[in-house]
């Protein structure tokens, strides 16, 4: 009796020293590209949520104070697409030098505020995977598998678990941010959550449900009233389409008014639909740009979506790099928006303002934010549905205003504008030259709205 207990008391003790820090054997030691010790501490690996699903994380340790910094996860949406991308294109502390063979240091990074945490999800999707490949997804399983993603991440990282968390996201994000917060909400009501306190949340460009917006039917009302404000469009088309189409009964145009809209998006050309102002650069490493040098793609309605996956995939699926952040090559070549075979996923969330923020907002801080050069998911859209929210207002719509340095001198500028409502400050920002991918085209403004919200700080 007295040995067993003895031995109990070694198994506890070598538990709680395994415990209380990091796994080791995730650590990455080098990067391919990068020469010398990285910036700060980096893990990669998989966080084993159930007997079959691997779920791929990389977690950058903050290069300002781990020890006291917030931990912020990170989605990218698709559905499909890889939270990797968020990592290499907008917010990780590397970014591909121009030929793709080398890392070089990107000084807007949110992990100089933040440990960041990246998570490839659902199963399927980058390097996550599922021993018994059963790949049928939804919003439900996800946000449940996200939340179990998150709960194995501070088993491993117990150090962490009395730092603040936020979840941060963008796209369809919009869906998974939501609804894994909501779930870590009421799993921390009902006192099953274990892990750091969530404190708020980001959605950046975000879908919202299968019946409501861009992403639920209404892709022609939200778009068309941000293409009418561009200088896209012929004006005398303009002002047949403000005459024939009225959206403010139906979200599905009229006959006359979707003739009118044909032609709109018939002379389009090929700009990209995540980013109007900016090129379209498309593909995989192994096809070609979507306009190569020469061709006219006439046939292609615009705006057209362009994935950029070229150096990423180049990149990711080379073996050294498998190597160093401890994953198993997928099945198929790993691309920014690449699912295992037989892989599906159905929406299932119907609408979140209605269904999910008002509980979500009642307990912690949101922000919507927006980049104003994205057709994708318009700031027409996010403007709608959180002004619809009906909570009264506490700021109305105004400028809000981030640091530049420029030629030695310091200024505020215009970073975008933000409505704030009397209701916990849930905030809706939109951010002035921001892409779809917010922190590819606007890093400085991305990195001001992080700090905003990590540190309580109004607009
Ligand atoms: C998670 O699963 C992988 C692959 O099956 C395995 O190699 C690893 O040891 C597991 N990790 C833990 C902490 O159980
Ligand atoms: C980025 O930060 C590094 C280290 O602080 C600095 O040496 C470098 O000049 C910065 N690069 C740019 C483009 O500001
Ligand atoms: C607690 O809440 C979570 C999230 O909604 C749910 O999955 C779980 O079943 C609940 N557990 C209990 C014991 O009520
Ligand atoms: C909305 O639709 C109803 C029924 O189809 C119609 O009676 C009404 O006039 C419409 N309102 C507007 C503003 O078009
Ligand atoms: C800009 O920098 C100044 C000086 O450090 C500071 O007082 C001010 O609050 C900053 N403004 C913003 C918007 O961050």
Redesign the pocket.
Known sequence: MQHSTALVAVAMALLVAFAAAAPSGHEITALPGWSGPLPSRHYSGYLNISQTKRIHYWFVESMNNPTTDPVVVWMNGGPGCSSLDGFVYEHGPFRFSEDGTSLVRFNQSWASLANMLYIEAPVGVGFSYATDSAYACNDDQTAYDNRLAVQTFFSLFPEYNQHDLFITGESYGGIYVPTLAESILQATENGTYKGAPLKGIAVGNGCTGNEIGVCGGERDKYETEYLLGTAFVDPSLKDAIRAAC?F???SVPSMPCQVLLNKMHNNLGNIDMYNIYGSCINGDSNQVLRAPLGKTYTDIRGPTACIDSILASNYFNRADVQAAIHVQKPVERWSTCGTAPGWTYNSNRANLPRDSYPYIIEHIKVVIYNGDWDTCVPYTDNVAWTSGMNYPTKAAWHPWFYNVTAEGVTSEQVGGYATVYDKNDFTFVTVRGGRHEVPETAPDKALALLSHLIHGVGF
Do not use: E, F
């Open positions: 009225d403010s009964n139906s």
